[in-house]
C-alpha cells in the first residue's frame, strides 16, 4: 500500500475498529473531549473516542453523497473538539479542500474513516489526484469481508504525519518499542506507553496480501458492476421513482457497494421484501447513531433530518466480485418490475 499509493506509514491491524482505536489513543483523547463525527456511520468509529471518554459530536449528511456536511462541521466546532472524523461514505470522497481548510488553521486532526474507499480517489482544484486515505492526519481501512479487499477480518491504519509514526508502532505492539528490537535498534523491548495487541495473525496477512496483489482487477470488475447498475436504473431516477447518489466531478467510485434512496422506508422494506422472493439479497445500511439506544441513554437528544431519512430510505443492492453481468440485468428488470407495480397501486 506504501509502494502502490504512496501512503507515509501503514500499519496493518486486526480490524478497522483497531485502527480506530489506535486514532484515539495517538491523539490522547481524554473525557470531556469533543469529537465531530456523521451519524450515519458504523458504530466503531464512534466506541473508539467513547471508549476514552469523548463526547461524540453527530453532524447531518449531505443528502447527494450522504458525507458529513463540511458546514455541520464549522457550525459543531468548539474549544473542546479535539478531532473530525469524516467517512467517504461507499467510497465517495468528501469535499477535502473545504474540510481541510476549516481544520487545519485551528489545529484539529483530521481522521479519515476509509473503510469503505479502497482505492478511491479526491481530485483537487489544481486536477492533482489524492488516494483517499493520504489527505487527513491518520486514516483507517477494513478488510472485512463485507469490503472489496478482504481477509475475513483485518484493517490498516495510515499514518500522514510522521511524528506519529513511533507512537503508533508502540501502541501496537501492546504499548512496547518491540517493532524496534525486529529492526536491531534496541537488545530488549519494554513497557513504553498504553497499547493492546492490535497486530494480525500471518494467515490473514497472507490472505490479504494475494487479495492487494490482484486489487486492481478486483476493483475494475466492481466498478463495470457499478456502473451498469447506474446504467440500468438510470430511467427510474430520471422519472423520480429512485434517487441515485450524486458523484461529484472531484471523486471516483470504486465499486464498495451499490446503494440508492426509496421513496419512504415503506417502498424500501416492500423492494427489500420483493428482491427476496427471487433470492436476492438487498439490505438497508446504517442506522443512525444518535437515535441508538445507548447514545440516547447517554446524551441529549438531537435532530438530523438528512440522516434521518436517508437511513430509512437507503437500499443496497447485491454487488461482489463473481457477480454476472447477466445477474445485474436480472436484478435491474426486477426493481424496475417493482416500480411498474407501484405506478400501478397509484
Same mark, same amino acid.
Given at each position: 500500500?506504501?509502494?502502490?499509493f504512496?501512503?507515509?506509514? !501503514?500499519?496493518?491491524?486486526?480490524?478497522?475498529?483497531?485502527?480506530?482505536e489506535?486514532?484515539?489513543?495517538? @491523539?490522547?483523547?481524554?473525557?470531556?473531549?469533543? !469529537?465531530?463525527?456523521?451519524?450515519?456511520?458504523?458504530?466503531?468509529?464512534?466506541?473508539?473516542?467513547?471508549?476514552?471518554?469523548?463526547r /461524540?459530536?453527530f453532524?447531518?449528511i449531505?443528502?447527494?453523497?450522504?458525507?458529513?456536511?463540511?458546514?455541520?462541521?464549522?457550525? @459543531?466546532?468548539? $474549544?473542546?473538539?479535539?478531532? !473530525?472524523?469524516?467517512?467517504?461514505?461507499?467510497?465517495?470522497?468528501?469535499?477535502?479542500?473545504?474540510i481541510?481548510?476549516?481544520?487545519?488553521?485551528?489545529?484539529?486532526p483530521?481522521?479519515?474513516?476509509?473503510a469503505?474507499?479502497?482505492?478511491?480517489?479526491?481530485?483537487?482544484?489544481?486536477?492533482?489526484?489524492?488516494?483517499?486515505?493520504s489527505?487527513? +492526519?491518520?486514516?483507517?481501512?477494513s478488510?472485512?469481508?463485507?469490503?472489496?479487499?478482504?481477509?475475513?477480518?483485518?484493517?490498516?491504519? /495510515?499514518?500522514?504525519? +510522521?511524528?506519529?509514526?513511533?507512537?503508533?508502532?508502540?501502541?501496537?505492539?501492546?504499548?512496547?518499542?518491540?517493532?524496534?528490537?525486529?529492526?536491531?535498534?534496541v +537488545?530488549?523491548?519494554?513497557?513504553?506507553?498504553?497499547?493492546?495487541?492490535?497486530?494480525?495473525?500471518?494467515?490473514?496477512?497472507?490472505?490479504?496480501?494475494?487479495?492487494?496483489?490482484?486489487?486492481?482487477? /478486483?476493483?475494475?470488475?466492481?466498478?463495470?458492476?457499478?456502473?451498469?447498475?447506474?446504467?440500468?436504473?438510470?430511467?427510474?431516477?430520471?422519472?423520480r421513482?429512485?434517487k441515485? $447518489?450524486?458523484? $461529484?466531478?472531484?471523486?471516483?467510485?470504486?465499486?464498495q457497494?451499490?446503494?440508492?434512496?426509496?421513496?419512504?422506508?415503506?417502498?424500501?422494506?416492500r @423492494?427489500?421484501?420483493?428482491?427476496g422472493?427471487?433470492?436476492?439479497?438487498?439490505?438497508?445500511?446504517?442506522?443512525?447513531?444518535h437515535?441508538?439506544p445507548?447514545y440516547i441513554k447517554?446524551?441529549?437528544?438531537?435532530?438530523l433530518?438528512?440522516?434521518?431519512? !436517508?437511513?430509512?430510505?437507503?437500499?443496497?443492492?447485491?454487488?461482489?466480485?463473481?457477480?454476472?453481468s447477466?445477474?445485474v440485468?436480472?436484478?435491474?428488470?426486477?426493481?424496475?418490475?417493482?416500480?411498474?407495480q407501484e405506478?400501478?397501486?397509484?
Open positions: 500500500m506504501e509502494e502502490s504512496g501512503f507515509h506509514k !501503514v500499519l496493518l491491524t486486526t480490524s478497522c475498529t483497531d485502527a480506530l489506535m486514532c484515539a489513543l495517538l @491523539l490522547d483523547i481524554q473525557p470531556g473531549d469533543e !469529537v465531530i463525527m456523521p451519524s450515519f456511520n458504523f458504530v466503531s468509529a464512534a466506541n473508539a473516542f467513547a471508549l476514552r471518554g469523548a /461524540i459530536i453532524g447531518d449531505d443528502p447527494d453523497t450522504f458525507n458529513i456536511n463540511p458546514e455541520e462541521i464549522r457550525r @459543531l466546532i468548539s $474549544p473542546q473538539t479535539k478531532a !473530525v472524523v469524516i467517512v467517504h461514505y461507499a467510497g465517495i470522497a468528501c469535499p477535502m479542500e473545504e481541510i481548510s476549516t481544520v487545519r488553521p485551528r489545529n484539529i483530521l481522521i479519515e474513516d476509509a469503505l474507499s479502497f482505492d478511491s480517489w479526491y481530485t483537487d482544484s489544481e486536477n492533482q489526484k489524492h488516494i483517499l486515505g489527505l487527513g +492526519d491518520l486514516a483507517t481501512f478488510f472485512h469481508e463485507t469490503k472489496s479487499i478482504i481477509c475475513g477480518e483485518g484493517g490498516a491504519l /495510515i499514518i500522514n504525519r +510522521d511524528k506519529y509514526v513511533e507512537s503508533a508502532e508502540i501502541i501496537r505492539e501492546k504499548g512496547t518499542d518491540r517493532s524496534k528490537l525486529f529492526r536491531g535498534e +537488545d530488549k523491548y519494554s513497557w513504553q506507553s498504553l497499547g493492546s495487541s492490535f497486530l494480525p495473525s500471518d494467515i490473514n496477512a497472507a490472505f490479504l496480501y494475494a487479495q492487494l496483489e490482484n486489487y486492481q482487477t /478486483i476493483t475494475s470488475q466492481r466498478r463495470a458492476l457499478y456502473t451498469q447498475y447506474s446504467t440500468l436504473l438510470s430511467d427510474l431516477h430520471e422519472k421513482k429512485i441515485l $447518489p450524486v458523484i $461529484p466531478p472531484y471523486a471516483s467510485i470504486n465499486g457497494q451499490f446503494s440508492f434512496l426509496c421513496a419512504n422506508e415503506e417502498q424500501r422494506n @423492494l427489500i421484501s420483493s428482491l422472493q427471487y433470492s436476492i439479497k438487498a439490505v438497508f445500511h446504517y442506522l443512525p447513531l437515535q441508538s445507548w447517554n446524551n441529549p437528544q438531537i435532530r433530518p438528512v440522516t434521518e431519512s !436517508v437511513a430509512a430510505r437507503l437500499i443496497r443492492l447485491p454487488l461482489f466480485y463473481e457477480l454476472t447477466d445477474e440485468t436480472f436484478i435491474s428488470d426486477i426493481i424496475r418490475q417493482f416500480y411498474e405506478a400501478e397501486l397509484i
